[in-house]
């Protein structure tokens, strides 16, 4: 593939060996590290991070109690469960929008699906009102997936949730993790993550239009990434945050995760 996008853009044939070279060099220093990783001591601390993450959020006491004696489910999960008749109370509330509402589950039981091919899951899966084999196929095209999207915010504004999730494929848009650590008190007491590191939030002007430059870092990644990619005229990524503490380490930390949508990956080259 690159081969012939370098003929296309008719690149020296030194460029296009020495980009080949750096490829080679990275992906063989990017497996020795990703092997080096599979230490005792690594995967240790990986295992107790996981547990505690879980000890955080899940009432285990609850759930054997539970299990053991066939009573409910512990109220830190019982909002997971969502019996058949858990919108009766749209029938009272929604009144003139029940036949959307009864339209939208009619769509979702039109891509149920029971076999391998499915797209999306429920993360309760069977119990889930729109499912009863917690599996959908959802076709990818546009009609369907606009359909899929535009019923979701419709849910979602009338405060009914869809524990939906996509499945993953062997190809998927480039993700970035961008981190960054500081004490608790870099700033003084009171410090906030080092956000700014990474880059400056956007600004809402006053005609509502966002804007602001998202700093030095992410203005060079940027240039970087071009310089792959050089065959996309404009390139778009798309920022989630994921800042805060880091209770196990007592750090505060800045995090940021880049998602670049033009560009489409494999396992193979996403980490070069």
């Not at 524990?163 to 650590?181: A, V, W, Y």
């Not at 989630?240 to 505060?252: E, H, P």
Request: proline letters at 6%; hydrophobic letters at 35%; one cysteine or more.
């Amino acid at each position: 593939l690159f081969e012939d996008i370098a003929r296309r853009l008719r690149m020296h044939a030194d460029d296009v060996d020495y980009l080949l070279k750096s490829r080679r060099r990275e992906r063989d220093r990017w497996d020795a590290q990703r092997r080096s990783r599979f230490t005792f001591e690594n995967l240790d601390g990986l295992a107790e991070e996981i547990a505690d993450r879980m000890f955080t959020h899940w009432d285990f006491e609850g759930q054997l109690r539970a299990t053991l004696h066939n009573e409910s489910l512990p109220q830190t999960v019982q909002h997971l469960q969502q019996p058949r008749d858990r919108f009766d109370w749209v029938k009272r509330q929604l009144r003139n929008e029940l036949p959307k509402f009864e339209e939208i589950q009619q769509f979702f039981s039109f891509y149920e699906t029971n076999g391998s091919d499915m797209t999306h899951s429920s993360l309760i899966g069977s119990r889930d009102t729109f499912t009863s084999t917690g599996k959908w196929f959802f076709p990818d095209s546009p009609e369907v997936q606009r359909e899929l999207f535009q019923n979701i915010a419709w849910l979602f504004d009338r405060d009914i949730m869809l524990f939906i999730t996509e499945k993953s494929t062997g190809l998927f848009p480039f993700i970035e993790d961008l981190d960054c650590q500081a004490p608790l008190d870099w700033q003084g007491p009171g410090s906030t993550p080092p956000d700014h590191l990474i880059l400056e939030k956007p600004k809402r002007g006053l005609d509502g239009v966002v804007c602001g430059d998202p700093g030095k870092l992410l203005r060079k990644r940027a240039l970087a990434i071009h310089k792959l990619y050089p065959y996309f005229t404009h390139l778009e990524a798309i920022v989630y945050s994921a800042s805060g503490l880091n209770k196990k380490k007592k750090m505060l930390k800045a995090s940021f995760h880049l998602v670049w949508p033009q560009l489409i990956v494999d396992s193979d080259h996403a980490p070069v």
